[in-house]
T-cell receptor
Framework: GAVVSQHPSRVICKSGTSVKIECRSL??????MFWYRQFPKQSLMLMAT?????????EQGVEKDKFLINHASLTLSTLTVTSAHPEDSSFYIC????????FGSGTRLTVV | RKEVEQDPGPFNVPEGATVAFNCTYS??????FFWYRQDCRKEPKLLMS???SGNEDGRFTAQLNRASQYISLLIRDSKLSDSATYLC??????????????FGTGTRLQVTL
């Protein structure tokens, strides 16, 4: 079946630095990639939708200048958390639409 | 009102028990419904889609009531391995190919010996 490879699985960074999270679709082309964030004991919240070759669309309340999304090819989408702060610590997860939804394994970000 | 509401639980049941989870959704125009399973610190995995006529997959039965905007999941003969958080997921009406999903907060199930 379709596989989305997400890296890194865990990252700890210092406050003020930027972190890039990658999602690669293996053996298929992902035209659309969804990016979610999940805080402890809360639901997955959609942050943005990226489409290959065009600008991402962000959900209300998500700062597009802080969460930079790039979907330059059909097999790679990236999310960069810029100037990370402790409140950005969360579980970030991508999902590619392939007729169904295939999720990456998630990235646990801790900002110290 | 939340778009998708679930009882957070936890539901603590003995092995072999039958357990039911409920979910309500607010957008009457939603067309696709799913139950996902999420283990601690892992990605959600599709358990089953939910169809209007109701559907069954082994020990799992899902029901949809569009009039009441209510979805249910029944697990029979619970196994220890069923312990997880069960997420009710509903699509947002859309015009494009890939619709956005709205996740409930999940219902936690703990199956014990």
């Amino acid at each position: 079946g379709a596989v989305v490879s997400q890296h890194p699985s865990r990252v700890i960074c210092k406050s003020g630095t930027s972190v890039k999270i990658e999602c690669r679709s293996l053996d298929f082309q992902a035209t659309t990639m969804f990016w979610y964030r999940q805080f402890p004991k809360q639901s997955l919240m959609l942050m943005a939708t990226s489409n290959e070759g065009s600008k991402a669309t962000y959900e209300q309340g998500v700062e597009k200048d802080k969460f930079l999304i790039n979907h330059a090819s059909l097999t790679l989408s990236t999310l960069t958390v810029t100037s990370a702060h402790p409140e950005d610590s969360s579980f970030y997860i991508c999902s590619a639409y392939t007729g169904g939804y295939t999720f990456g394994s998630g990235t646990r970000l801790t900002v110290v | 009102r939340k778009e998708v509401e679930q009882d957070p639980g936890p539901f603590n049941v003995p092995e072999g028990a039958t357990v039911a989870f409920n979910c309500t959704y607010s957008n009457s125009a939603s067309q696709s419904f799913f139950w996902y399973r999420q283990d601690c610190r892992k990605e959600p995995k599709l358990l089953m889609s939910v169809y209007s006529s109701g559907n069954e997959d082994g020990r799992f039965t899902a029901q949809l009531n569009r009039a009441s905007q209510y979805i249910s999941l029944l697990i029979r003969d619970s196994k220890l391995s069923d312990s997880a958080t069960y997420l009710c997921v509903v699509n947002r009406p859309h015009t494009g190919t890939a619709s956005k999903l709205t996740f409930g907060t999940g219902t936690r199930l703990q199956v014990t010996l």
